[in-house]
């Protein structure tokens, strides 16, 4: 069974920024697509960011365009996740998630069935 865990999530002012980590238990890692969502209290989980397995390949909700960077190391079995500019909408608990080498072409919660157990992000004053 494919192991995820996040780490980085804590408390931080708007403007500021955090780097989310997720680190897989498969090596090679390069096999798998990786995707971050995030759930905010209330509201349904929503997708963040999408690499593909060779980190050629990146996709961003556009809510997070030009503020957040997704990337890998696949040496590492690595997918880091840097928030710049955070807002307090982007409070929420941010999970990474392994799917399919495609999985970022179908980018959506049931394609990908491995996941973390979440870390969380608190932007407030």
């Known amino acids: 069974q494919l192991q995820l865990v996040e780490s980085g999530g804590d408390l931080v002012q708007p403007g500021g920024s955090l780097k989310l980590s997720c680190v897989v238990s498969?090596?090679?890692?390069?096999?798998?697509?990786i995707a971050w969502f995030r759930q905010a209290p209330g509201k349904e989980r929503e997708r963040v960011s999408c690499?593909?397995?060779?980190?050629?390949?990146?996709n961003y909700v556009d809510s997070v365009k030009g503020r957040f960077t997704i990337s890998r190391d696949n040496f590492k079995n690595t997918v880091h996740l840097q928030m710049n500019s955070l807002k307090p909408e982007d409070t929420a608990v941010y999970y990474c998630?392994?799917?399919?080498?495609?999985?970022?072409?179908?980018?959506?919660?049931?394609?990908?069935?491995?996941w973390g157990q979440g870390t969380q992000v608190t932007v407030s004053s």
């Open positions: 498969h090596s090679p890692s390069d096999h798998y697509a």
């Open positions: 998630a392994a799917g399919p080498r495609s999985g970022c072409r179908v980018w959506k919660s049931s394609t990908f069935n491995s």
């Open positions: 690499i593909s397995p060779s980190g050629d390949s990146t």
